[in-house]
């Protein structure tokens, strides 16, 4: 239980319809009767209220009420949905201020909660991804983890590593008593077991903090092919300057997209050839670390030119490139097929083909992004520390004595359990919950 009492503006600081106002803490029940003059109402009903603070009235809104234990934070905790005005919040923030509240840190209601024991910090971090999910399916992904679906895979991976590590420690401990024979035999094969599925869970294409993130695409390709003008058609607006001086574009430029749910981070690029003067060849530089990075290149050629492609452009083509004949309206027929990757034809200017794009785009998005129905890791801590796990599962198999294979288990239960919170470390909850935004 906090000594201190907390609160904060959940609904955003700035002008809007309502206002939400939650408080948490042992001074909430008394700041709520200070503030309505009444006893505090029924829990969990809204009910309607006068705020007043000196004499001075603040506004009428709706009140709710969570006694604690059964609240967010375990703690007590009211809301007061308000109007949205900017004098309407700092008169209220004015008078729990005077009251002894103290406005919160980010993420310290999600922080009390997992203090509380009423979340682990995969839940609390979904609840942030919640509140940043832009797409369908972040949302989806972030409300499965939420309701737990890495806790009870992390848990039960717990569970099945604390029998091994009871199996060891009774062939150390009671080895001279009459005991099933073969305990550290079975515990090795249990442990086999469980390195089989964690290493499964870690072999996913990092699928989970892809879509966190969204899925990379740059646009690559020889100058004045029409990349920035396929850009600008796909996101639907002048993103990018579009000329036919070829050179025109020196820097990265990055538009975020909703493919059909699935986020997408698109990318325009300098046009790759040997450059006339320095920052023109510092624009190519990043073009060719982009193709490096990206999850998906769209290397563009100019139709018109067939059966000439760029060389250059060309050594691109791979298995993670799907090749685009631009300005298609030019020539009547383009190649199915280029270095074994897939081709289509289209027209920037005219929007011929976008259709065709736009709907393989979101397929390759949703084969990327998509899983098999077993919940994805969606953070890279979460990742260093399975990896951490599956290194010491590996050092215990390896082990010649059950003394060392337990410790190994001790060490690879201690990884698992940073996952979830089960081992506490202060620091890096700091670091956790300081990423959340302000009431959460």
């Known amino acids: 239980m906090n000594d201190s009492s907390i609160f904060a503006l959940s609904s955003g600081a700035g002008r809007a319809g309502v206002a939400v106002f ?7 029940g008394p700041a709520v009767e200070a503030l309505t003059g009444k006893s505090l109402p029924q829990a969990r009903k809204a009910v309607r ?3 007043s603070w000196q004499n001075d009235l603040i506004d009428d809104g709706l009140l709710l009420w969570f006694p604690a234990p059964a609240s967010f934070t375990g703690e007590d905790v009211a809301e007061l949905q308000l109007h949205g005005g900017r004098a309407v919040a700092q008169a209220l923030s004015q008078a ?51 309701d737990g679906a890495l806790s009870r895979l992390y ?8 029998r091994i590590q009871a199996h060891l420690e009774a062939e150390i401990d009671f080895s001279d008593e009459d005991l099933p024979g073969g305990l550290a035999d079975e ?26 993130d969204g899925l990379h695409i740059a646009i690559l390709g020889a100058p004045n092919v029409g990349k920035s ?15 036919s001086h070829a050179g025109t574009t020196r820097d990265i430029i990055e538009v975020h997209l909703d493919l059909g749910g699935y986020p997408v981070v698109l990318a325009d690029t300098a046009g790759l050839r040997e450059a006339a003067e320095a920052i023109e060849a510092e624009g190519i530089r990043r073009a060719q670390a982009k193709a490096d990075q990206a999850d998906l290149k769209l290397v563009v050629f100019d ?18 490139a799907l090749v685009l004949f631009n300005k298609c309206d030019q020539t009547a027929e383009v190649p199915k097929e280029v270095a074994g990757a897939r081709t289509l034809a289209l027209s920037a200017k ?26 994805a890791l969606t953070r890279a801590r979460h990742r260093a520390a399975l990896q951490e796990s599956v290194q010491s599962l590996t050092s215990a198999l390896n082990a010649e004595l059950p003394e060392l294979a337990a410790e190994d288990v001790r060490l690879s239960l201690r990884a698992l359990g940073r996952i979830t919170g089960r081992v506490e470390v202060e620091e890096m909850l700091d670091v956790i919950f300081s990423e959340f935004c302000i009431g959460k």
Do not use: Y
Not at 155 to 162: A, S, T
């Open 229 to 243: 003008s396929l850009l600008n058609r796909i996101a639907g607006r002048e993103a990018a300057i579009v000329s």
């Open 155 to 162: 848990e039960g991976w717990r569970e099945r590593l604390l």
């Open 49 to 51: 209220c006068r705020l």
């Open 187 to 212: 515990a090795k094969a249990r442990l086999q077991e469980m390195l089989s599925d964690m290493s499964a869970h870690l072999s996913d294409n990092h699928r989970g903090e892809r879509l966190r």
């Open 96 to 146: 729990l201020l005077d009251l002894g509240l103290r406005p919160a840190e980010p993420g310290e209601f999600s922080r009390r909660a997992f203090g509380a024991g009423k979340l682990d910090l995969t839940q609390a971090e979904a609840i942030a991804d919640l509140v940043d999910a832009e797409t369908a399916a972040q949302r989806r992904q972030a409300l499965r983890q939420m």
């Open 303 to 320: 139709a018109g030119q067939l059966p000439d492609l760029d060389p250059t452009a060309l050594a691109l083509v791979d298995g993670s």
């Open 350 to 375: 005219t929007g011929q083909g976008l259709d065709s794009l736009l709907a393989l785009l979101q397929e390759r998005a949703a084969d990327a992004l998509e899983g098999s129905g077993s919940p």
């Open 22 to 28: 939650r408080l948490s803490g042992p001074l909430t």
